[in-house]
C-alpha cells in the first residue's frame, strides 16, 4: 500500500467518524425536541428574557431612585396638568360677572345677526 492510499484509508476513516458524531448528535437533538416542543422552548427563553430584564430594571431603580421619583412626578404632572392648572386659575383669575343683558345688545348691534 503506497502513501496516497493510506491517507485516503486515514480520511474516510476520519469522515465516518464525523458522520456517526454527527447523527449521534442529530438523534439527541431530536430526541430532546419529542421530549420538549419547540413551543416551550421558546416560552421559556421568552421568560428567563423577560426576568433578566426586569432584573436589570429593578437594579437600575434602585441605583437612580432620585432619577426614578423625578420621572414620575413628571408623568403624573403631565397627566394632572388640566385639574391643576383649572385650579390656579380659579386661585389667581377673577371671574368677571357679565352685565345683564349684554349678549342681548351685542347681538341687536350687530349688523350680520338681525333679521
Same mark, same amino acid.
Given at each position: 500500500? +503506497?502513501?496516497?492510499?493510506?491517507?485516503?484509508?486515514?480520511? /474516510? #476513516?476520519?469522515?465516518d467518524?464525523?458522520? /456517526?458524531?454527527?447523527?449521534? $448528535?442529530?438523534?439527541?437533538? /431530536?430526541? $430532546?425536541?419529542? &421530549?420538549?416542543g419547540?413551543?416551550?422552548?421558546?416560552?421559556?427563553?421568552?421568560?428567563?428574557?423577560?426576568? $433578566?430584564?426586569?432584573?436589570?430594571?429593578?437594579?437600575? #431603580? *434602585? #441605583? +437612580?431612585?432620585? =432619577?426614578?421619583?423625578?420621572?414620575?412626578?413628571?408623568?403624573?404632572?403631565?397627566?394632572?396638568?388640566?385639574?391643576?392648572m383649572?385650579?390656579?386659575?380659579?386661585?389667581?383669575? *377673577?371671574?368677571?360677572? *357679565? !352685565?345683564?343683558?349684554?349678549?342681548?345688545?351685542? =347681538?341687536?348691534? +350687530? !349688523?350680520?345677526?338681525? &333679521?
Amino acid at each position: 500500500m +503506497n502513501a496516497q492510499d493510506i491517507r485516503l484509508a486515514e480520511d /474516510r #476513516a476520519l469522515r465516518d467518524s464525523a458522520l /456517526r458524531l454527527f447523527k449521534s $448528535d442529530l438523534a439527541l437533538v /431530536r430526541a $430532546d425536541l419529542k &421530549e420538549r416542543g419547540v413551543g416551550s422552548r421558546i416560552a421559556d427563553r421568552i421568560g428567563d428574557g423577560t426576568m $433578566d430584564m426586569v432584573d436589570d430594571a429593578v437594579d437600575y #431603580a *434602585e #441605583a +437612580n431612585k432620585g =432619577k426614578l421619583a423625578a420621572a414620575v412626578a413628571a408623568v403624573v404632572l403631565w397627566f394632572a396638568r388640566g385639574p391643576i392648572m383649572d385650579g390656579l386659575k380659579r386661585l389667581f383669575v *377673577e371671574e368677571r360677572a *357679565e !352685565p345683564e343683558g349684554i349678549a342681548d345688545r351685542l =347681538k341687536a348691534l +350687530n !349688523p350680520f345677526t338681525r &333679521e
